[in-house]
């Protein structure tokens, strides 16, 4: 298994209903987007700036309750992509030695970066992903000069983003249904 370190990149809205989309970034500029729940959304964006607070945050909760007992998050490792859900895993290093914890992979991804451990991802996902990414990009770019508009000069980096997105949730959901 391979892992590649990756940091968050931006955030974006999903056109067709509205969630969040956290794009990751590894070195390589490869894409790994992140659809998330509006809560996971604000935990994600308070966590990337250091900026959560136990009273409100599931997060900084499991931080302080780790480091309390004497511990630290090593790393957050994302390994699997089953219908399009990403699952992940945190690696703590304790007084018993290391332990791995399966996790929702936006509240393992805030903890690690609350924590500032990395975040890794199977090097096999990210590949796969960014490739259907590029795929959607360019499908969107085809489309438009199809239809002789070209608006991308008028988009924002969030609109074209979520323009991008949006080709790529409809791949992904008719490689669902077969």
Known sequence: MSLVSLSVQSFALDPRDGKVVVVFVDAAGRHLPMWVDDVDAATLADASRGELDTARSTPALLLAAVEACGGAVERVELRRLERGVLHGAVILDGARG????????????????????????????????????????ARAVRAERDTGADSTLALSTAERWSQTLLHLAGKLHDERRS
């Open 98 to 137: 290391a332990a791995e914890l399966p996790a929702k992979a936006s509240l393992a991804a805030a903890l690690a970066l609350l924590a500032g451990a990395p975040v890794l991802a199977e090097d096999a996902i990210v590949a796969h992903v960014d490739a259907r990414v590029r795929e959607a990009a």
